[in-house]
T-cell receptor, first 117, second 114 residues
Framework: DTEVTQTPKHLVMGMTNKKSLKCEQHMGHRAMYWYKQKAKKPPELMFVYSYEKLSINESVPSRFSPECPNSSLLNLHLHALQPEDSALYLC????????????????FGPGTRLTVT | AQSVSQHNHHVILSEAASLELGCNYSYGGTVNLFWYVQYPGQHLQLLLKYFSGDPLVKGIKGFEAEFIKSKFSFNLRKPSVQWSDTAEYFCAVTANSGNTPLVFGKGTRLSVIA
């Protein structure tokens, strides 16, 4: 199984709502990532978890709150978002964040398309 | 820190034309190189990857890329494009030095016309 799954596929939320995005992988990977992607732009890294601990936070606003409950699951909690936060949110995983070569290969999920109204 | 340059913002080709998309990176150490494709409205898919060994890498859908270490380049090629190759192509690099993020280029949009 080389799949990263993300739910929901689409999400529309108001600026006062609280919602969560979910990501799951069963490849035994110990590194998981959240990216934000605007149309026709490359993915921008938001957070990295390594062995269930937050290792990189790319100065993301606190209205985005990541959580890694176990090695297979990654959540992104959303609260008080702005319309400019509308984007495709991608989750990815890799074997680790260290080592050589193949350890770094990231497997991407299909993304959650978020619209903030 | 690493950076990735993709020289072509938008490439327009006729079907059956040959394709070469440029990718250059800046990093002095050992790198891992990737090309991803994103079809309109779809998610990222890995086209091919290079870790070590033969610098000519073959990927899916007839794509290949050549790693030229002296030029810090990893250009993507396809001998004959099809309309279905219309997509956004991203080159990405990560270093073999622990906890370094995957760095993407800005992407090249390929439009294939009949």
């Amino acid at each position: 199984d080389t799949e990263v799954t993300q739910t929901p596929k689409h999400l529309v939320m108001g600026m006062t709502n609280k919602k969560s995005l979910k990501c799951e992988q069963h490849m035994g990977h110990r590194a998981m990532y959240w990216y934000k992607q605007k149309a026709k732009k490359p993915p921008e890294l938001m957070f990295v978890y390594s062995y269930e601990k937050l290792s990189i936070n790319e100065s993301v606003p606190s209205r985005f709150s990541p959580e890694c409950p176990n090695s297979s699951l990654l959540n992104l909690h959303l609260h008080a978002l702005q319309p400019e936060d509308s984007a495709l949110y991608l989750c990815a995983s890799s074997r680790t964040t260290g080592g050589v070569g193949p350890s770094y290969e990231q497997y991407f999920g299909p993304g959650t398309r978020l619209t903030v109204t | 820190a690493q950076s990735v340059s993709q020289h072509n913002h938008h490439v327009i080709l006729s079907e059956a034309a040959s394709l070469e998309l440029g990718c250059n990176y800046s990093y002095g150490g050992t790198v891992n190189l990737f090309w991803y494709v994103q079809y309109p409205g779809q998610h990222l898919q890995l086209l091919l990857k290079y870790f070590s060994g033969d610098p000519l890498v073959k990927g899916i859908k007839g794509f290949e890329a050549e790693f030229i270490k002296s030029k810090f380049s990893f250009n993507l090629r396809k001998p004959s494009v099809q309309w279905s190759d219309t997509a956004e192509y991203f080159c990405a690099v990560t270093a073999n030095s622990g906890n370094t993020p995957l760095v993407f280029g800005k992407g090249t949009r390929l439009s294939v016309i009949a």
